[in-house]
């Protein structure tokens, strides 16, 4: 349970909005993160209409702001008061605050114009979207000011409402590859395992991979595997929680070997094993095994 959350057990339904520049767009970015399905800017008059049917399996952020092409204050208004007497939905209505000078000195720095005055001044622009939002801002269940906060503070600001019970973890992918084909795209951290013994020149075991007993066993009888094991597994309990501070969602660690098939496998394999044991989200990826089962043999 969320703090925000209320005691129905309909779908839940986070509307996220705001004056332009308070930080919505990022809030909805974190919800996603969060694991929300995240739509923004639908026209209000087809919300509803995306609510209709069975529940939604994950929860939902609908982004909502001034630039919507039938905004009014009067139809946000209806559509908060709709969804919030629907028995199938769990509706909260999360609205990002600014200061007005604070919003103007953002504006000035990114040279943006303002959507209600594109031909103005963003003063102004600011002065009538803040007018139309007020009784949107009365209506808010969550109202987070972001005049003092950076985009690592709001993070963690949304984080305390809407992350799972026990925060919330970084979507890990392990990988492992063959150096011969280059390195794979979008790595963020990457291990040589080249130093390791090569089950590849045992005859038996050429034709398996580090997913099997057999492959994993024989890298293991390397003097440097368990110390070469514990040091990535340090490492990266060190730097994930710091990761995540930071604000990263995904991160990608790959192994490498010569051929993709077996040290580089069974590292891999060990390694997101000991990270999901840890309560780790963790995916796997071997990119040379592409497609292929267990029991299938290279030829």
């Keep these: 349970m969320t703090n925000h959350e209320k005691s129905g057990e309909g779908a839940r339904v ?11 767009s990022t809030a909805i970015h974190v919800l996603e993160d969060l694991g929300h399905e995240a739509i923004d800017n639908l026209p209000l008059r087809l919300l509803p209409r995306l609510l209709e049917g069975p529940p939604p399996r994950r929860p939902v952020a609908l982004g909502v702001d001034t630039r919507n092409r039938d905004f009014t204050t009067e139809a946000l208004l209806d559509l908060i008061r709709d969804l919030s007497a629907r028995p199938d939905i769990d509706l909260s209505v999360l ?21 209600l005055a594109p031909w103005e001044s963003p003063g102004i622009g600011i002065e009538r979207e803040l007018d139309l939002l007020a009784p949107i801002r009365d209506r808010a269940d969550i109202l987070i000011d972001t005049s003092g906060l950076n985009v690592h503070q ?5 984080e305390r409402w809407f992350a799972p019970e026990g925060g919330r973890n970084l979507a890990l992918s392990v990988q492992s590859f063959s150096y011969k084909r280059g390195l794979p795209r979008g790595v963020d951290m990457v291990f040589d395992c080249r130093f390791l013994s090569n089950p590849y020149w045992v005859p038996e075991l ?14 293991a009888t390397d003097p440097r595997h368990a110390a070469f094991l514990d040091h990535v597994l340090g490492l990266l309990r060190l730097l994930l929680p710091a990761f995540l501070e930071e ?40 990119r040379e095994l592409k497609g292929r089962k267990r029991d299938e043999r290279p030829d």
């Design 206 to 219: 050429r034709n398996l991979d580090g997913r099997d007993r057999a492959v994993a066993a024989h890298v």
């Design 154 to 158: 709001l993070r963690r600001e949304i």
């Design 247 to 286: 604000g990263k969602s995904h991160l990608t660690i790959a192994f490498g070997c010569t051929g993709g098939q077996h040290r580089s496998v069974a590292l891999a394999e060990a390694v997101a094993k000991a990270l999901a044991e840890d309560g780790q989200q963790v995916s796997i990826r071997h």
């Design 95 to 115: 609205y990002l605050d600014c200061q007005p000078e604070v919003l103007i000195r953002r504006f000035s720095e990114t040279r943006r114009r303002h959507p």
């Design 14 to 24: 986070v509307l996220v909005t705001g004056p332009s520049g308070a930080g919505r």
